[in-house]
């Protein structure tokens, strides 16, 4: 009997341990996440300086910053970015180095065969810029110059596949290539409309005297099969739904972020 009875207390303290840690395991719900294996520190690739979206020294700030702050708060994480260059930001998330990438990457048919992309949210178009005076106005203009871009964009790509520039020099950083411009070692720069826009106010004698539309959009980048895509695009959701995705492109960019003089 006594044998029996310490045999059926132990299976009750079992069967109350189970339920007890099966709790704990749900508790998770209750932050409404999305669901998915979210890291307590989301480790977030991005090539810095690229003004407005991601710049300056950590923390670093910018409307890809703010998102993805906003993002890991619902998702009950932090986020910690790596400054990495944008050529091999790709590759690098893939090869595990990040649980995700933000720093305003266009979705592209080539990238998602070696990523995963998040939803949209935010319109890029293409621009093209000068310098203040320039007898350059159009991308027909260009025809024959030498024209400069970022390496590894889709705003290099598009000099180099739809232009008839002589020849496109790509740089690590687009504000090399800003910086280039202004010193006359090319004649125009290609690059991402609202990016181009905002350097209007730091580049005082370069202009963006015309939008190229190519309906690009820009989404967040995840190592195939990442579970944390889905949780990250139901916080997005939110971010939507609340109008809070909006007040932050509107706190960097203003209302119209590519609009032209």
């Known amino acids: 009997m006594t044998r029996l009875r310490h045999s059926l207390t ?8 189970t339920v007890l840690a099966a709790a704990g395991c749900g508790g998770g719900d209750n932050n409404d996440n999305g669901g998915g294996n979210v890291p307590k520190t ?24 703010d998102v993805v702050n906003a993002i890991a708060k619902g998702l009950g994480s932090t986020a910690n970015f790596k400054k990495t260059p944008f050529d091999t930001i790709f ?11 933000a720093s305003a990457a266009t979705i592209t048919p080539e990238r998602a065969k070696e990523v ?7 319109p890029a178009d293409q621009s093209l810029m000068v ?12 025809a024959g110059k030498v024209i400069g871009a970022q390496l590894g964009t ?4 598009y000099a180099k596949d739809k232009t008839k520039a002589k020849s496109v020099r790509t740089y690590d ?30 580049h005082k004698n370069l202009t963006v005297v015309a939008a190229i539309q ?15 895509r889905t949780a990250v695009n139901d916080q997005l959701a939110k971010l939507k739904d609340s109008g809070d995705l909006q007040k932050i492109s509107d706190k960097w960019l203003g209302t119209e972020p590519c609009s032209l003089h």
């Open 91 to 101: 590759r690098d998330l893939a090869q595990g180095k990040f649980d995700m990438v």
């Open 214 to 228: 190519t309906n690009e959009r820009y989404g967040f980048a995840f190592k195939k099969g990442s579970s944390l």
């Open 116 to 122: 995963d992309f998040s939803d949209s949210y935010f």
């Open 173 to 202: 950083l687009i504000d090399d290539a800003f910086n280039a411009l202004e010193a006359g070692q090319v004649v125009a720069v290609i690059n991402d409309c609202p990016v181009s826009k905002y350097a209007e106010r730091a």
């Open 10 to 17: 132990l299976s009750v303290v079992v069967l109350m341990a």
């Open 131 to 142: 310098k203040t005076g320039s007898d350059i106005k159009t991308v027909d203009d260009v």
């Open 154 to 157: 889709t705003g290099a790509a």
């Open 42 to 65: 989301l480790t977030v690739g991005s090539d810095i300086p690229y003004t407005p979206f991601e710049f300056g020294k950590p923390p670093y700030k910018g409307l890809d910053v």
